[in-house]
């Protein structure tokens, strides 16, 4: 009750689907904003709701960066509700910046808001949290440009690297090979997959692997990356949902013939094995992200976990360092 004094809540700003936020203000002082999330407490999900807003205070309250969204405080409401009171970020999200086309954007701009969330999946990885929804919507942007990562409720410790943990995280376009096969183990090189996902769209302003089943989610990343197999993947053969390529040219499989025939399933639809594309076609496709940025979220999006970038190979990548430099926040294209 103390807490909920110190702030005065205004009007809503969106609603999401565990919570609706609402601007606010620090009591004493009307021009320091805030926002306000108000969870959402329903019925039939009480305790699954709740436990993602218990994760994202108690993840939030341990990280403090410039790329993360800062929890100011949590209080109750009356009606028993639980109010996280963040960081007011008003410029919308990456996801809208590549959807909005009157706001236009350069290779050097690309590289700046790809360098800050760079930053904070780093700074997450060296704090053992895995954040596991990383994706446009959630990278907010901040009065002066700054991109945070937003929207804690799905993160988690990998403290203990022997625990089970669910595949069933991470937004179906951003989640990566090992999650659609059913991974039980697994670390950082998730949410690198999804940072690598998030750059390649802000390079080409559309979905880079759009798919509506998690099976044809599978098949649109083997049409880009080709088929692993025990040579290129190790072990990859032993998922759950693995199923193994016959070798013969499978045309009724791809993608598009797929859709038109409704949602293979799971059970009678074996992959082709595919080849991954070459160079050529991250050239066609990418030119904003140069030799380096095409390298980079090669990098990143490596079907092997193991084999894929950290996030510390990320950051020490010469795609920062080379022309053209990231262009300085303040002067960054924005909303409004
Ligand atoms: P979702 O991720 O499903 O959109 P959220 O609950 O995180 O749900 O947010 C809902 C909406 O509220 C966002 O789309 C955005 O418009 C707004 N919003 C969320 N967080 C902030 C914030 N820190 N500052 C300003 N607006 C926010």
New binding site residues.
Partial sequence: DEVRKRFITGSK?????????Y?GHYREDPSSLV?I?KIKVNQDYKDGIAMDAIREIKFLSELEHPNV?KLHAVFSTKDQNISLV?????LG?LETLWKTHTISYTSADIKAWANMLAQAVWFCHENFILHRDIKG??L?IAADGTVKL??FGLARSFADPGRIMTYNVITRFYRPPELLLGARHYGGGVDVWSMGVVIAELAIREWFLPSETDFQQLCIIYDVFGTPTEETWPGVSQFQFYTAPDNTPAPSLTLNSSAANGNPSQNTSQPGLKRAQPLGYWRNRFPLLGEDGIDLIRGMLTLDPLKRLSARAVLDHRYWTNAPRPTKKEDLPRQG
């Avoid at 609603?15 to 936020?21: L, S």
Wanted: hydrophobic fraction near 40%; charge should be negative.
């Fill in positions: 700003l969106g609603e999401g689907t565990y919570a609706i936020v601007s926002a999330k969204i963040l960081e007011h970020l008003p999200d919507n959630n907010l937003a929207d």
